[in-house]
């Protein structure tokens, strides 16, 4: 079988020969009706019935790999699709360097492997049941449908990940596999795995903010995970990068449009200072600062997703052979990383500062200052939209000292410029750098639903294209 082409005759598309494969087909065909409860309970709510306008995967043909269509979302085709099999394929880093990639899971690495699949496939539904409830304020079908699209990719990311568990893990995959779905994002008793998934996300900036910064960690996970000498890992995760750019995409063009129409509403009041507040909010739009705090917010609980700086996990794996660096295959140098070091911000007498480390055990924070720069690409198109419309505003990311709950920066309270406050200054000015209820409350009262083909709530500006090349008046999502 062509693998660029997907099985889509039996219950779980795939162009894994699934068909061919009686263990893990049955074992897949036994998780099935969990997943789909799963959906039905913490899936979009109040919109499984609609017909929405989505992408489907149907190959993995970078050149064609997605049909589109009205689907009802339980009924979407979730499957198991991995990236072609690279001819010759080594390990490109690590111990085991130049040693032919693995395509069975090595014994020794059995446990920590599977660590980083449960890891990664834990952030996945987490992310679905953190926005279920954001379909009833989609400021227009155009985005509902955006929301829905990114939900079920998720949904398909878990599949990804249980696949492998299910494939290679035996038993403990297989309930590994039962526990993803038993977790619950901000449930007490049974919290997803990482802080940031068991957050909330209440409104439509948070959940443009989300897949700015929360996804493109996802992304830069991805990443180092397809540098994996596990092939199987690899090839799943650079099939999943494919999706993740979409999520990319709404999140970026999401807050640029936020953005814009704040700019634009305000330049037609003639208001040019933008914290003149409340003039700029009964415009009916967000003011810059308040979008400012909710950047704050969401980048600072994302660098938390990188864990510590230092890291002997991270050493571990990478040592192994398991997870690489960002681009590993395009860095220039041994790739074993025994000698060199790597520059680490720490916080040493109180004062923040650079501080040589070997290499190997700076890997969390090398892949941070990747993702840093990364979001700072996306930060300076947002500010070319305001240049743009001429009002005097520079969004920034603040310093990653701010806001930390892990690692060097956890122990410590720091304003959006790196500098150190005392437990009472942070206190006292905390809603300067982070959203106050206030501010919650009034992003709220405009979370008003606009279900009308065409029209867009008065917060936002309207995309420059269609998805899939449709007219502005399409109905992205007919609603049951
Ligand atoms: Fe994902
Ligand atoms: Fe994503």
Redesign the pocket.
Same mark, same amino acid.
């Given at each position: 079988m062509n693998i660029a082409q997907v099985d889509y005759d039996g219950l779980i598309p795939n162009n894994v020969a699934l068909g061919q494969d009686v263990r893990v087909k049955r074992a897949l065909e036994k998780w099935h009706p969990g997943y789909l409860d799963w959906w039905n309970d913490m899936g979009p709510e109040g919109f499984q019935e609609s017909l929405v306008y989505l992408r489907t995967a149907i190959s993995v043909d970078p050149k064609g790999w997605a049909k589109f269509d009205y689907v009802r979302m339980p009924e979407y085709r979730w499957g198991v699709l991995i990236a072609p099999q690279m001819e010759g394929r080594k390990v490109n880093f690590g111990m085991h360097k130049g040693e032919d990639a693995w395509q069975e899971v090595p014994g020794e690495y059995r446990a920590m492997l599977r660590r980083l699949v449960v890891i990664q496939g834990d952030?996945?539904p987490a992310?679905v049941e953190q926005q279920r409830f954001l379909g009833k304020t989609a400021p227009s079908l155009y985005d509902m449908r955006n929301l829905f699209q990114v939900n079920v990719? @998720?949904g398909r &990311?878990l599949w990804a990940m249980v696949y492998l568990l299910q494939k290679y893990f035996g038993t403990d995959g297989r309930e590994e596999a039962e526990a993803l779905l038993q977790r619950r994002s901000g449930d007490p008793d049974t919290p997803r795995m990482l802080g940031a998934f068991n957050e909330k996300t209440p409104d439509w900036l948070s959940f443009f903010m989300f897949t700015f910064f929360t996804?493109r960690d996802?992304k830069m996970q991805l990443e180092a995970l397809a540098q994996s000498g596990f092939d199987p890992l690899s090839r799943t995760c650079r099939f999943?990068l494919t @999706? @993740?750019a979409h &999520?990319m995409f709404v999140g970026e063009t999401g807050v640029t449009r936020v953005i814009q129409r704040t700019c634009e509403a305000m330049k037609g009041a003639g208001i040019s200072d933008p914290y003149e507040i409340d003039k700029v909010r009964k415009l009916g739009v967000i003011d810059l600062p308040t979008i400012q705090k909710k950047a704050n917010l969401h980048f600072s609980l994302t660098l938390d997703l990188f864990g510590n700086e230092i890291s002997t996990n991270a050493a571990n794996a990478f040592h192994a052979g398991l997870k690489g660096r960002y681009r590993e295959d395009r860095l220039k140098d041994d790739h074993q990383l025994e000698s060199g070091t790597y520059p680490v911000l720490r916080l040493v007498d109180g004062k923040v500062k650079n501080e040589d480390t070997p290499a190997l055990s700076a890997l969390n924070m090398r892949l941070r200052d990747d993702y840093v720069a990364d979001c700072n690409n996306g930060v300076g198109r947002w500010n070319k939209v305001i240049e743009q419309i001429g009002i005097p505003f520079q969004m920034k990311l603040p310093h990653v000292a701010f806001h930390r709950h892990i690692g060097e920066f956890s122990r410590t309270n720091a304003d959006v410029d790196g500098n150190i406050l005392s437990p009472a200054e942070w206190t006292k000015r905390r809603t300067d750098f982070l959203p106050s209820a206030a501010d919650k409350d009034f992003i709220e009262s405009l979370m008003q639903p606009q279900f009308e083909p065409a029209k867009f709530a008065g917060w936002i500006a309207p995309p420059k294209v269609g998805i899939d090349n449709k007219p502005g008046d399409f109905e992205y999502v007919k609603i049951a």
């Open positions: 952030t996945e992310s990719e @998720e &990311h996804d996802g999943m @999706e @993740e &999520h």
